[in-house]
């Protein structure tokens, strides 16, 4: 499976960004795995930011609970985040993952990881 992330992009705080993410090539079993969306700002650690299960729960990193909400489509083997209130604490390289425990990464690894979209904030 490998994952395409787009949608980043320069906006001002306060505004809004949809990132979606497609997989390719073995996605014919992609409904039964979790995806979701990381994130890694210069100089810290890569964080969890959201996560959506196969059947359609979800969770959020606290910071962007209100803010940002995220979404699949199975038949169409994306995941979304659409991101609003931006803040410029929210500036980091964005990544999709999917992975086959939930929340993702439980186990310290990811099975699919996308390249990333950049994400800047300005204040």
């Known amino acids: 499976v490998q994952l395409q992330a787009s949608g980043g992009g320069l906006v001002q705080a306060g505004g809004s960004l949809r990132l979606s993410c497609a997989a390719t090539?073995?996605?014919?079993?992609?409904?039964?795995?979790?995806m979701g969306w990381f994130r890694q700002a210069p100089g810290k650690e890569r964080e969890s930011v959201a996560g959506?299960?196969?059947?359609?729960?979800?969770y959020y990193n606290e910071s962007v609970k209100g803010r940002f909400t995220i979404s699949r489509d199975n038949a169409k083997a994306t995941v979304s985040l659409q991101m609003n209130s931006l803040e410029p604490q929210d500036t980091a390289v964005y990544y999709c993952?999917?992975?086959?425990?939930?929340?993702?990464?439980?186990?310290?690894?990811?099975?699919?990881w996308g390249k990333g979209t950049l994400v800047t904030v300005s204040s």
């Open positions: 993952a999917v992975d086959n425990q939930y929340p993702l990464g439980v186990r310290g690894r990811i099975n699919y």
């Open positions: 090539g073995r996605t014919f079993a992609i409904s039964r795995y979790h």
């Open positions: 959506i299960s196969s059947s359609g729960t979800s």
